[in-house]
């Protein structure tokens, strides 16, 4: 078998195992296989081959892993409008029951439900924000 079909073998099967992995580095390892495979079958010889692979490789590495790295570091988005407000503490100005309840959130006056319906705030609880719902923030009571 000729020395190009080995290394086009070779680049399907780490592409393939890219697909399964979904890490960057087989990719990266295929695409210096399949560029081998090209220096194969122009007629270099196997130290050759082998010195183009690693060459490859290494240049895709070092043209790939800043961007990855930038991608990874990447800060938390920014969470906008209600979504917001989840995670926050919020005051109970009025006793939250599965039926009514009103509580304070940064200033601001919501209507509010218990997490869980059995659940009876009283006024003068602090609770955090877990969802909101329309106008009315689903809390829970802070032990």
């Known amino acids: 078998m000729d020395a190009w079909a080995i290394w086009l073998i070779f680049a399907v099967a780490l592409g393939i195992a890219e697909v ?3 890490t960057a580095a087989l990719g990266m390892l295929g695409i210096a296989a ?3 495979a090209g220096s194969a079958g122009i007629g270099l010889p196997l130290p050759a081959q082998l010195g183009v692979f690693a060459v490859a490789s290494v240049i895709g590495v070092l043209l790939v892993r800043p961007a990855a790295r930038r991608h990874m570091l990447r800060p938390e988005p920014q969470r906008f409008g209600v979504d917001a407000l989840i995670g ?3 005051y109970v100005l009025q006793e939250v ?3 009514s309840g009103r509580v304070r959130i940064d200033g601001e ?3 509010a439900r218990p997490y869980d319906d059995a659940v009876v705030i009283p006024v003068g609880a602090t609770v ?3 969802h909101i719902s329309g106008s009315t923030a689903i809390v829970y009571p802070r032990e």
């Open 20 to 22: 399964f992995t979904l």
């Open 128 to 130: 955090d924000v877990m």
């Open 97 to 99: 029951t599965g039926h």
């Open 109 to 111: 006056e919501w209507t």
């Open 88 to 90: 926050r503490s919020a």
């Open 34 to 36: 399949l560029i081998t």
